[in-house]
């Protein structure tokens, strides 16, 4: 089994933390001012779900890391805490490597252009993946060699 985790660049970090401390900073002054008011019990209940919403977002963008996992039997991509996909053992056909950026993939994260699915936070090698239904997936990797062996032993 091969795993490798790549975390965000360090201004999406930066921006994830000062988002949800952000949130915080105003919701809770603001809840506490329309409280003592005797605001309405509706305008606190949106105020706590929207400060909600936009906390855990910060979070998830603070902590935000590719991980690419290949088991016996299938690859699977996460941006944690999420899975992007997975592809089974029977669905690949081919890997090679292959230089990407953003600029391919028309950002950062998983995208979906049509060229194919791309898996990254920053441009540099990669392994390209493609499947019986003719997809093509990108996955930025530090070690591309390494990973793209393991898809091809998982391939046989």
Not at 103 to 131: E, N
């Amino acid at each position: 089994m091969h795993s490798e985790t790549q975390r965000g660049p360090l201004w999406m970090r930066i921006l994830g933390i000062v988002v949800a401390v952000g949130t915080l900073a105003i919701v809770i002054p603001a809840e506490i001012t329309l409280a003592a008011a005797g605001g309405s019990i509706a305008y606190q209940l949106v105020l706590m779900g929207g400060g909600t919403v936009a906390v855990v977002g910060g979070m998830v963008l603070g902590m935000g890391a590719i991980r690419v996992t290949v088991s016996e039997h299938e690859l699977r991509a996460h941006i944690l805490p999420f899975r992007v996909f997975k592809l089974r053992k029977s669905e690949i056909v081919s890997s090679d490597t292959a230089q990407i950026s953003p600029r391919d993939a028309g950002g950062l994260g998983y995208r979906i252009t049509p060229s194919g699915r791309f898996l990254l936070w920053d441009a540099g090698p990669a392994v390209q993946i493609r499947t019986l239904g003719g997809r093509s997936y990108y996955l930025r990797s530090p070690n591309p060699a390494a990973l793209q062996a393991q898809v091809e032993n998982l391939r046989s």
